[in-house]
Structure formats: structure tokens, C-alpha cells
């Protein structure tokens, strides 16, 4: 399940915005549970293609922010909006003292075998 939190401007605004639009249920159902996976196995392929398998978990991470800078589009335009958005969350988690490790992990595994 997807937290997605709306921020910037009055949060009675956003609350508003989500009862009548339902955004925060349409980006969940719409975007994220429908993409994010295929975002993960590009990513993954992109890395194969750029560096091999064989790297460590923390070799796959590093390249997190090279990623999102050259391949992730830039603007609002076919959701490439959401999909840097998950993509830096990715990198906050991997950088994350406490789950680091298993996020990192995670990623690896998808470059290791989901490609």
C-alpha cells in the first residue's frame, strides 16, 4: 500500500483537491501499483547494459542518481514526474541508516536476476 502525502499550500486545500479527485487513490492504482514495477525492471536493464551484472548491492545504489540526472525525463510530461519522484525516494531509502541495507538489496536483486 502506498502512504502519498500531498504538501505545499493549506492542507484543508489538498484534503479538497483528494476528496473530490480522488488523487491520492488514482496515483496509487493508476501510476504506482501499475508502473512502478516496470520503472524497477528498466532500471534494472539499463544498469546491465551500462555496467554488468556482478556488481555489489552498493555499486547498484550508487548509480541511483545517475540514473534519475540522464535517463528519468525531466517535467510533468507521461508521469515522468512520479517516476523521478520514486526513484529519488529509492535513493533516500537506500541511504537510510536502518533499511538501507535491505533496499540495496532489493534493487540488487532486480539487476541480478529480474533482467
Known sequence: MWQIELV???????EAWDAI?????RY???VLDADFISWIEYFARWFDREFGRG????E???????????????G???????K????????????DPIEGEDVRAWLWGFVEYAV
Open 60 to 74: 547498484v545504489a550508487a548509480e541511483l542518481p545517475r540514473y534519475i540526472d540522464n535517463v528519468v525525463q525531466d
Open 55 to 58: 556488481k555489489s548491492a552498493d
Open 8 to 14: 505545499d499550500g493549506p492542507p484543508e486545500q489538498a
Open 21 to 25: 479527485f480522488k488523487i491520492k487513490e
Open 84 to 95: 523521478a519522484e520514486a526513484f529519488h525516494l529509492i535513493l533516500a531509502e537506500c541511504n
Open 28 to 30: 496509487s492504482r493508476d
Open 76 to 82: 510533468l510530461a507521461d508521469r515522468a514526474f512520479l
